[in-house]
Each structure stands twice: as C-alpha cells, then as structure tokens.
DNA sequence: CTACTACAAATGTGATCACATTATTTAAAA
DNA sequence: TTTTAAATAATGTGATCACATTTGTAGTAG
C-alpha cells in the first residue's frame, strides 16, 4: 500500500483507444478536463500524484504535463509546482480579444473551403449541443460546443490558426465552464444557426459577425454570473 | 568509442548559464538555431544524435523536442520521425496573415504601457541590429529582429499573446533567416524607427501601420528572392 | 540489373532509480 | 499559545535500461 498523499484527484475519465500512446491519452484527458473546467484553479498538480491517480509510471505524466504547461493551459511556479492558473480581470479581457480577433479570422479564411458536407457535420453537431443543454450535461456540452468551432475553422486544409485558439481556450477553460453552465439555450443554438446559414450563403461577413457574437454571448453571459468575482485572483 | 550514426549536427551553440536546467538550454539552444534557420527543413531529429551532439543525456533532448513539437517548430511524422517541417505557398501565406493580425494587435495593446525606459531599450535594440546588418552578421540580425518585437509587446504586462506570436516565428523560422539575409539595411531601420517615432507620440495608428508595413517588407523581401521556389515543398 | 526478403542497427516510449531542492510536519523554545 | 528550527516526506530532473516498432542494409532470387 502506498502511504503517499492520497491524491484523489476527482477527474473525468476517458478510455483509452488502442492506437494511442499513453502520454497521449493522459495529455488528451488531463486537456479535457481542464478545458471543461474539471480541475479548479490554484490546487497544484504533481506528476506523482496524477500518475497514481491514472495507474500509469510517472514518464507519461511528465510529458503530459510539460506540453500542457507549454501550451498555457498550467503554469509551472519556479517553486517546482504546477497550478491551473489563477484568472485575472486584465487576462481575461487579452483571452477574450484573442478569441475574438483568431475565431473571427479563423472562420473567414475557412469559409472557402466549406462543403455541403461540412455544414451536414455542423449542423449534427449543433444538435447534439442541443441534447446535451437539454440534459444538462455540462461538459459535454463544453466539449461539443468547442467541436463545432474547431470543425469550421479546420475546414480550411491550410490553417495554422486552430492549435493557436485551442491554446485561448485552454487558458480560458474554468471559466467557459462558467460560462456554458449558466447559458440560456437560446442564444448559442441562435448563433451557430446564424453561422450556419451565413456559409451557407457564403456570406463572409456575416460569418465574422455570427462568431463574434458567439463569443460576445458567452462572455456576457459570463459576466452576468452572480459570485464570479470569487474566480479570479485574490480571493480565497 | 560510439559507433552510432555520426550525427554531425552544424548547430550554432550557447553557453548554458548556472541557474538554467539542462532541459532548458537544449530547449533554447535549438530554438535559436531554428529560428534563425541553422537546421534546414526535411532532416530528421533523432533525441540519440542531438544528444550526442550536446553532450547530455536522451532525456533532456525528448523533453526540449516535445515542447518544439507542440510549438509547431518541428512535425512529429506518424512514423517516428520528426523534421524541421517543409514550408508551402499556401502555409506561407497564412503565417503572415497570422503575424500581421497578431503583431499589429500585440502592439496596440502594449502602446498604453510604454515607457521612456522602454523606448530607450528598443532604440538601443534598432542599433544593435544596425551593426549586425553592417558586418553581415545574419544570425545576429535575426534574432535582434526578434527581440525587438518581442519586447516592444512584452511592455504590456497582462499580455498573453506573445507566445503565440513566437510560435508563428518558429514556423516561419528558416525563411526569416533568407528574408533577413537578403534585406536592404534601410527597410528594416526606417519601419523600426516610423514604430519608435509612432511610441512617441502615442499614435496608435501610426503604430500599426509601422508595425504591418515592417513585416510586409519583409515578406515583399522574401518574394524577391532568386531561387526562393527550391525552399518550398516538392523541390528537392 | 532489379525486386523482394531477412537481418541488423537505430529510434521513441515507458519504467525505474538516484539526487538535489523544496514543502510539510514535528519538536522545541519563548 | 505562538514562533522558530530541525527532521522528514515529497517533488522535479536527469540518467539508464528494456522493449516494440521502424529504418536501413545486405543478400538472395528472379
């Protein structure tokens, strides 16, 4: 029995595919649940612990961990611990410019490329975002709704962009939690319609504008969140 | 006696200061040499030879080559293999779209943080890269070029934007290196200094269009070049 | 001379260990 | 009870090893 420090990390598990590395799918899960906002900010993350936790030798972990740091989605203290980040008002407002300035850009240069069977695929998505409000189930909808951003912008073969916003979305992840948790149906289902149908007409500005406002949503929404100021920095 | 593979790496070294981790020097030292285009596209990076190369053992290597990796600096191959990746017209294009929206926005946003002491540094940067251009020196050039933009960004302190713009450099890496080593000394200076002059007054503008113009000269530059083709994929 | 097969070398991944550094607990003193 | 100091536990880093997979090279058959 090992008397370490009982690292019960409370984690959402994912089964691991038979293709893939095992530093693959301790980086593709522990990725998950930060983005779904799984992990809260502040608690420190050791490799020892994660790799008990995960049944797996510390070498995977460690790889997983420093890709994440590298990526923005921890932060590596230069006392030799690894944290979820704490959110500051400034850095939320950089987050929420970039998103904005990449996605809008990302969807643009997309645009071209887009099929009918693309727009099939949005549109499946989107209902699935659809069921998974309608149960609740808020990581999946998390999950989902980033799907369906990621599936439009990788429809142009040449984009460099999508690994750059993912990193946005890392560094934003508890709070999209937030933000997808206390979201009225309406308006995301609303917005991705009118993304949709602006590919359909291959109207590029109302593309940008539909994905603006995507984003806009859920930041307002976001803001709106009674006790959010306990999130950020400086409170316990 | 190793008999392995000679593997004879022209790699331009750095001295590994005290307080830096093995794994950090690696890291940096083959970020330089990619970034001012010392290891050439297509060559494959094995952790056994760079180690060699380096005098440290494998591990320090694979954790320097992950992070690369993740940075888009180098393609890990589904086979095991990773390469300074080829570049393509079309990927081409989208890094320069990509740091003319990320730059401009990056120094809009730090215009507000700019201090006296901060211009001063950056016009002492503008004269080192002066005498670099003056005796030829295009490593030098290059990676001044850089530290010129990185810390007229870095000014704002709640930036987050930074590491992306350096993970577009590193993709561009190798053909920086041929855009610089064919520019005219009087571009680069004069878009510099239009940006200093622009701090100065506070010219948001202004700002933006020294900054964009900056990169695009480089890009026109680029273009100029003879036999840039070869350095394109498909071309032996 | 070319194409296919088998053997050998090399590679990335994961595991385990040693060590210096840091965090945490325990004990003592005020 | 609070503060300080020593001792103990835990951590990240680097090194080495084993193993499955892949690459590269001879060697053979056609």
Redesign the interface.
Known sequence: MKTHKSANFDLLMLEKTAEQKTNQWVYHLLRTNLLCGKIAPGIPLTIRGLAEALNVSPMPVR?AL??LT???AVEAKNNRRVIVPLM?A??F???C??RI??EA?AAE?ALPYIREADITNLESIDSSIDEAVQRGDVEATSLLNQEFHRSLYSANP????V??IE??WL?LGPFSRIAISKLEKIYIVDRHMEAIDALKRHNSFGLRCAIEADIRDGIASIKTVEGIHNYFKGVA
């Open positions: 790889e420093h890709r590298c990526e923005g500051t400034e850095k407002n950089e987050l410019e970039m300035l990449l850009h240069n040449f984009q460099i962009v690994p750059l990193s946005v560094q």
